[in-house]
């Protein structure tokens, strides 16, 4: 069980290039996530999923896209980057919303990625 | 507008004593969730303790309780017999709906 996984750890971008952040999670959760951290400014939500099919936007959506195909996987996709979008980036996961049950609505955190655009 | 404030952004606590680590959160939803998330240096988000809005009773994780006070909107976050491997920055989030809000962090050191 790896629970959630990032790849890359690290990352160097020039303006204007395009990536994909990898994000997978093998605990069969409805709910996905995208954050990014900033100094001084705690983890600000970018966009989220609550299953396959379904994305919707968070706090500060622009400039990425998102995609959920799979429960599995939710990558996110910087077409053009800027150096606006130099931060930690964290992925995370949990079970669907609406239950109560103790563990349903953890959150549970990938290792992050960091991400410096030049 | 800020809907998790962390008021303190530096915290510290000698070794064995107990620190109180302040979160205030704005909302006008009675049903919600509070969460305490640490992150030491190796950057890893650990969830610590977590509080539902519709229950009383305060959530107790080992070391670690929290002072809700639901009228005032405060969750604040005690740990007991500080340890050295607490030192970390520690966020304080809120759940609406199918969205999440962090505050800004605290971070604590642990002296010896």
């Known amino acids: 069980n790896a629970g959630v996984t990032q790849t890359p750890k690290f990352q160097v971008l020039k303006t204007g290039q395009s990536m994909t952040l990898q994000c997978a999670q093998d605990?069969?959760?409805?709910?996905m996530s995208w954050y990014r951290q900033d100094p001084g400014m705690g983890l600000r939500l970018i966009h989220y999923?609550?299953?396959?099919?379904?994305?919707d936007q968070g706090e500060v959506p622009n400039g990425y896209n998102v995609s959920r195909s799979t429960t599995e996987d939710f990558p996110l996709r910087l077409l053009s980057a800027a150096p606006s979008q130099t931060s930690v980036y964290f992925c995370?996961?949990?079970?669907?919303?609406?239950?109560?049950?103790?563990?349903?609505?953890?959150?549970?955190f990938g290792p992050g990625t960091r991400l410096t655009v030049l | 507008a800020q809907t998790v404030t962390q008021s303190q952004p530096e915290m510290s606590v000698q070794e064995a004593e107990t620190v109180t680590l302040s979160c205030t959160y704005d909302?006008?939803?009675?049903?919600?969730?509070l969460f305490w998330y640490k992150q030491p240096p190796s950057r890893q988000m650990i969830l610590v303790i977590r509080?539902?809005?519709?229950?009383?009773q305060n959530a107790t994780e080992n070391r670690f309780s929290v002072n809700f006070q639901k009228a005032a909107k405060s969750f604040s976050l005690k740990i007991s017999d500080s340890q050295l491997g607490d030192a970390a920055m520690y966020f304080c989030?809120?759940?609406?709906?199918?969205?999440?809000?962090f505050g800004t962090g605290t971070s604590l050191t642990v002296i010896p």
């Open positions: 995370a996961s949990s079970y669907g919303v609406g239950y109560r049950k103790s563990s349903t609505d953890t959150q549970y």
């Open positions: 605990m069969n959760h409805e709910y």
């Open positions: 999923s609550v299953g396959a099919g379904i994305t």
């Open positions: 909302t006008s939803e009675s049903d919600y969730y």
């Open positions: 509080q539902e809005a519709y229950k009383q």
């Open positions: 989030a809120y759940r609406r709906g199918n969205q999440f809000y």
